[in-house]
């Protein structure tokens, strides 16, 4: 970390300061003052003052053999993560699904008895139907909404499914309860859902669930594909391992967001509302 800036807004003192705490290091967890001095290149009295201050602000303790971090200054490495909405987390693992398939890809959740777009990137393509977020979609005709019925218990989704649709469209597809029924267990045994020309002439896709750290889906990804341009060979043999690992990596990152602490106290006590 430099300590000379290049202008004259440049604050020396917070540079050392984070220099200081990001000395310390796994296999070195506690620090002398000697240790911290070398490893930052300080002076002693320099290092002494800035671990003194850290200490007072609740980010370093004093334990037998020196000074250890605390658990406060998780405050500083996760402001980054408390700042991003839960779909800005999503967006960097669209965008490369989207690099490696040249499709679109979007994530919805249920709204009553349809589907909503929450987070998306496309590609330029001629389709049947514009889609943005905020857009809904009757779910049981979609992917995304096969994939997000099929996780709920069967009473709950057939009770969803008997609510009018908002959308204003009326899709391809209409099947009885029988045929949607046996479509929703195909879709729990195997953990994914395809949808081709049911929503819409011309539109097929491939849907996998996302989930919180606890294992419940709580929305859902597709890969969305124009059926004149690419066979459902292509997407189930080439785009489905793609969209599982991607939805593999999204639910990883939904996990580590929830486990970060709301509050941080410098005591190193963690607690939640």
């Not at 395809?194 to 491939?206: E, F, K, N, P, Y």
């Not at 969209?243 to 190193?268: K, M, N």
């Amino acid at each position: 970390m430099p300590r000379e800036g290049t202008g004259p807004d440049f604050i020396e003192a917070l540079a050392r300061g984070l220099e200081v705490i990001t000395a310390f290091q796994p296999r070195q967890p506690v620090m002398s003052l000697a240790d911290v001095a070398a490893a930052t290149n300080l002076a002693r009295p320099t290092a002494r003052r800035i671990l003194l201050t850290l200490t007072e602000l609740g980010y370093v303790q004093q334990q037998a053999g020196g000074f250890a971090l605390t658990p406060r200054v998780l405050d500083l490495g996760v402001a980054y993560i408390r700042s991003m909405g839960l779909w800005d987390v999503a967006r960097p693992h669209l965008e490369r699904l989207v690099r490696r398939t040249n499709e679109s890809c979007s994530i919805a959740q249920l709204d009553g008895s349809d589907i909503l777009y929450v987070a998306r990137v496309s590609v330029p393509k001629i389709v049947t139907l514009a889609v943005q977020i905020g857009t809904r979609f009757p779910a049981l005709p979609t992917s995304l909404g096969k994939v997000l019925l099929a996780a709920l218990p069967p009473d709950e989704a057939a009770r969803i499914i008997g609510e009018p649709s908002r959308s204003g469209l009326e899709p391809v597809w209409q099947p009885d309860r029988a045929d949607w029924e046996a479509e929703l267990r195909e879709v729990r045994a195997r953990g994914w859902a395809m949808t081709d020309q049911q929503l819409a002439r011309g539109i097929r896709s491939v849907a996998a669930p996302l989930r919180d750290g606890s294992g419940r889906v709580i929305a859902s990804i597709n890969v969305n594909a124009h059926a004149a341009e690419t066979s459902t060979e292509v997407l189930l043999d080439d785009y489905l391992p793609l969209l599982l690992h991607t939805a593999g990596e999204i639910s990883v990152d939904f996990a580590r967001l929830e486990s970060v602490p709301h509050t941080i106290q410098s005591a190193g006590a963690i607690t939640r509302p």
